[in-house]
């Protein structure tokens, strides 16, 4: 074991994979250069070929990654800040999510879209800072990653890259620079694996991606009084129900916690598929966090009230058990 | 480049097949026996005969909605695509399509796009796989003239340029999008101009002409395979029907559709010419009717016997079903 | 009162908003003559400058919209089938939704973009047919409507060309001939009122667009055993909660009946909303019932599993009641 | 077209002033005080500057991510634009974009895009607006090289010229997109050759030289107005920073900076212009700089004492608030 960065953590993974499968290649804009820089130093190691810069043409990234994919490749696209995933987003929805289903499975869309999303403490701002995953859920066809460690980032990319689907991969501005420890050895996570990030009996604490790091150290906080179970779904698409539904039926509490914006996020689908199953087992209504329904504003003294905090996870929390 | 007697023979056996297997989906369609949207090719057959004729085998080409004519010409069996649009089991989608997104995978045909300029980008990436293999295939690129309005079509053509990919972009120019003339959806004169705005080279042709479009996509598809980069090519023909069946277009202005008829109905003069060179005499251009009608009815009985996909295999593919992901 | 379609109240919607206010204009592919014909008639009426027809262009056609409400015009988009959205769909997240937020209130984006979501009976397809709405609750700046009668359309309709937001307004193919009373003299409807189609004690069936129609169906049918309270929000934002949680709390059961693929659609939110408020009223867990998580294959036989339809509604509500 | 001595000045000033606040900025930022993204104009003056002289009032100018030059040519206050890049409630936006998504209603320029090409359909729809209502303004969209390669720029153009649209296509060619030269992003040898797609006129001129860019500006802005539609108008500098603060530029040949540097500085070629002209003498321009100087200084002084929003403002103006709508 040693500690790296997640952003590390990726690029390892992404090394790993193009030294395995001469298949895998990399595409996006300033992706030698630029950027969140996890492909720093790729370049000099495999060549412009596989890690090819592009005009700034979100579509015909993601649509020539659909095309490679097609006929054989691994692309692994770059899409600089999700935001501008929404100009390619007809790749995705209409081609990527539609060809397996199309040719009865004879096609397949092997290719990772990877791409930060939420805030960056502060100053992204509206168009620079966006949580958009939840929409992704609603479209069939599609994997959804969200890793909250460095760990889980390797482990998941690795999946990612390997699985045969089109697979969108939500990496968090504020995550890059966080350590945690990362074996030497070669491993990879299964999508569709829930992680307990901490074990608890009194509360189930839904968390993804920056979200997880808050949520433990709420837990850490109030153990005291509560005892917290932390679960990661480190996927939206495939979902780990049972973990979750499990967890619920023996703590009883549920809170969902997601950067998204509360109104259509996936705070709402989990609490959802978890009552359909935990009913009779909850003691107290689901709750959740998540951003405000608004876009992000710039001003800090803005920001940190739209998005969640340590202070509003804990809030809610005590809340649940005030009675 | 010299076009053999077989090869002429074989074009016009294939233009006729497309014309006698969409007038036939056309007839079923009015009858109301099939569901969804149908685009037939009338007056389109040379493009994809011309295009088809000029490919090697390990080649890929991107259809659109109006797609029966280019599978037909690459080779895919009536009966899988007069199936498909029946729904049923046995056609090429399994179908799952109907008309529009026709799929055959044995002939390098990926599932076509009825997104309007939907397969552009994808195709462009199908060439820099290619780029990046080495493999020697070319890729085509299908679409209308309105899906040259498309932003994705300038994404596509900026980046095949930039990256020299072997691709081949085929704008089948009927010179309508819908109830739209050309002129009210843009306003560049040749469509093939549009090469320029990517130090592309672009080439219009006439797009009725069979013998003329296998030499021109001959040529740009060698230059492509030679690494000679890409091609726009701007096919000019009419809709000599509706936009899709149900269609009556009664937007065109009057004879406009009869003049293009008489003069570039593209089997006719493609006929003409072969009865005139002496390539086929009559008698033979009957038996090859003949037979080709024959093979339409055998391909409508398949379809209309066959079954239906079984409720159960709904979920199927949504994912590719990998013991990995699952 | 006169009966008449979906289709003609949407029309006449459009005329009277036209001769109230000359900034109102319709744009879109073939609008002049051809889709789905809801604008028939209207370029006589109004000239080609306010019944325009556009290049096959999703993005310029919506983000040029934006362009124009920004000037003080209230145009009327068209987009053919929604499946098409999401080739403008930056123009709507990234550009449509934040200026109003990003001017501080200075700048409206008065514009309505109508477009026909769901299945045709049978056909369209993957590319076509698709039922989209749900992802777009997750965009903040947007406000979204969803008329499931004639006389819903035309209020619903008439309100949203004179918000001063950007209005999504979401048909249904299979909506179009329905026929229902219409008013001859005007009125409005206000966004973000629900309707209560049907009242009931035991059930609280919350449905949406074409689904409204087979809900109210079932409970017709189920009516000697089951009293339904059959509920459509009319609009999803704004999303008139009270209307709904006030049903459960008297019912205290939930079904949600939304044609949008189960995982991520509004069927979650819809419950994630009421069992924050209404958890104590609950007597049994709230249910779902949605579209398969799959594109929607054109085969008939394969069609109508993935869809929602009267008989798996009535089971999904007898298997509430079972016990 | 003769440019007076005192619109000769005042352009220098604009200049001046532009270069002086974004030094400031740049300093701001790399001592860690600003948050967010900084993309400043160094090089690019004589656009912005020659763009705004040549307007009238009522046209409307819709800006991008590099845009304080764009405000400040048109006339917002220093002291807005670096408020707003403190996030302050003093700042354009009340603090609610920083310097990425600047407006300035009253002066015709809503909010600027930082989506790259963000702003090109939507200042487009804004000339449809003008087509209809017939009232004389005409609409500009300031978008950068890189930023022609976004498939809503061809969308958006192939609509203008259709229509025949009052609107002017501003691009600055800087040279770059981040870290991307031109030939790695795109093929074609001038960016104007481009609307040549859509039959719409366009040119190159040298965007270093601010009357040139004023003539030029001023041409096409008076051709959209006279109803001869749109013009496509490329405007060659060089971007003298790194892509954003924080940015080195390392992936530049070396050289090629302090080159255009010493040769096609914007603010050195005019003051020397200027100087020669006798337009100026040295004291005045020291005077000049010197106020400018201190204005900005002025600014910065009222950023960093004004108040941030307040946070239970946060939720206002997500939708307008309307009566009829809450
Ligand atoms: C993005 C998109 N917009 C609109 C449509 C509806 N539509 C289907 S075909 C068509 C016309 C396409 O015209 P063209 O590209 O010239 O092809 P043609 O049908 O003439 O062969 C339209 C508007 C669509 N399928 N996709
Ligand atoms: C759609 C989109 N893609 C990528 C980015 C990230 N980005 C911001 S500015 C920029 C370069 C833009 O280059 P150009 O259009 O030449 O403008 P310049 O910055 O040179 O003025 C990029 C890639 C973005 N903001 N929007
Ligand atoms: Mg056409
Ligand atoms: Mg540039």
């Known amino acids: 074991m040693s500690k790296c960065m997640y952003i590390e953590a990726l690029r390892t993974a992404l090394r790993e994979e193009m030294h395995r499968d001469k298949n895998v290649f990399i595409m996006g804009e300033d992706v030698t250069s630029y950027g969140f820089s996890v492909n720093r130093g790729l370049v000099d190691e495999f060549g412009p070929d596989r890690v090819r810069n592009t005009p700034i043409s979100e579509g015909a990234i993601i649509g020539s990654a659909v095309g490679a994919a097609l006929r054989g490749m691994r692309p692994v696209v770059e899409i600089m800040f999700v935001d501008f995933i929404m100009i390619g987003m007809d790749q995705i929805v209409n081609q990527a999510a539609k060809m397996s289903y199309l040719s009865n499975g004879e096609l397949s869309v092997p290719m990772v879209i990877r791409t930060p999303e939420g805030t960056e403490w502060f100053g992204g701002g509206a168009q620079h800072s966006q949580t958009l995953h939840s929409i992704f859920m609603n479209i069939p066809g599609l994997k959804l990653v969200i890793p909250s460690d460095p760990y889980d980032a390797k482990g998941l990319l690795k999946s990612a890259i390997r699985d045969d689907n089109p697979v969108i991969f939500f990496e968090h501005k504020q995550l890059y620079t966080q350590k945690g420890e990362v074996p030497e050895k070669e491993y990879i996570i299964p999508l569709g694996k829930a992680a307990v990030k901490r074990e608890g009996k009194d509360l189930t604490l839904v968390a993804t991606s920056w979200m997880v790091k808050h949520s433990l150290e709420v837990a850490e906080d109030l153990k005291s009084k509560i005892s917290i179970e932390v679960i990661d779904p480190r996927t939206l698409v495939p979902l780990d129900k049972d973990t979750i539904i499990n967890s619920v039926k023996k703590t009883g509490r549920l809170l969902v916690v997601d950067e998204s914006p509360i109104s259509g996020g996936i705070q709402g689908e989990v609490i959802s598929v978890v009552i359909q199953e935990a009913f009779w087992n909850m003691e107290f209504p689901p709750k959740r966090v998540g951003s405000l329904n608004t876009p992000i504003p710039f001003s800090e003294s803005l920001e940190k009230e739209v998005i969640p905090t340590k202070e509003k996870i804990k809030k809610e929390i005590l809340a649940m058990f005030s009675d | ?326």
Request: aromatic content about 6%; overall charge neutral; proline content about 2%.
């Open chain 2, 1 to 326: 480049m010299t076009v053999n007697k077989e090869q002429k023979i074989r074009m016009y056996r294939t233009m006729t097949r497309i014309r006698k297997l969409e007038d036939k989906l056309e007839q079923i369609y009015r009858d109301g026996k099939l569901n969804g949207h149908l685009h037939t090719s009338h007056g389109e057959e040379a493009i994809a005969v011309g295009v088809m004729e000029a490919l090697s085998e390990k080649d890929i080409i991107f259809s659109n909605h109006r797609g029966h004519g280019h599978f037909l010409a690459r080779g895919t069996s009536p009966k899988n695509i007069i199936a498909e649009c029946y729904g049923k089991v046995t056609g090429s989608n399994k179908g799952r399509s109907g008309s529009m997104y026709l799929v055959d995978t044995k002939r390098g045909m990926p599932v076509a796009s009825g997104i309007v300029g939907g397969n552009i980008c994808v195709a462009t990436g199908s060439a820099l796989a290619s780029l990046i293999k080495q493999d020697n295939i070319v890729t085509l690129s299908i679409f209308g003239d309105g899906a040259t309005n498309i932003g994705f079509f300038h994404e596509a053509l900026n980046m095949a340029s930039l990256w020299n990919l072997p691709i081949v972009y085929i704008c089948e120019n009927n010179q309508y999008g819908e109830a739209t003339r050309r002129e009210q959806h843009q306003k560049v004169k040749n469509i093939s101009d549009r090469a320029i705005a990517y130090a592309m080279s672009g080439l219009t042709i006439d797009g009725t002409d069979v013998i003329k479009v296998y030499e021109s996509v001959k040529q740009a598809v060698e230059e492509a395979r030679r690494g000679g980069g890409p091609t726009l090519l701007e096919c000019v023909a009419y809709r000599l029907r509706g936009h899709s069946a149900g269609d009556l277009a009664v937007y065109r202005p009057k004879g406009e559709e009869e003049k293009w008829m008489k003069i570039h109905d593209p089997i006719k003069k493609y006929k003409k010419q072969l009865l005139e060179q002496g390539v086929l005499n009559f008698q033979e251009v009957e038996k090859i009717e003949g037979e080709i009608q024959k093979e339409i009815e055998e391909a409508v009985k398949f379809a209309v016997e066959s079954e239906a996909p079984l409720a159960e295999t709904v979920g199927k593919y949504v994912y590719q079903e990998d013991e990995n992901n699952e």
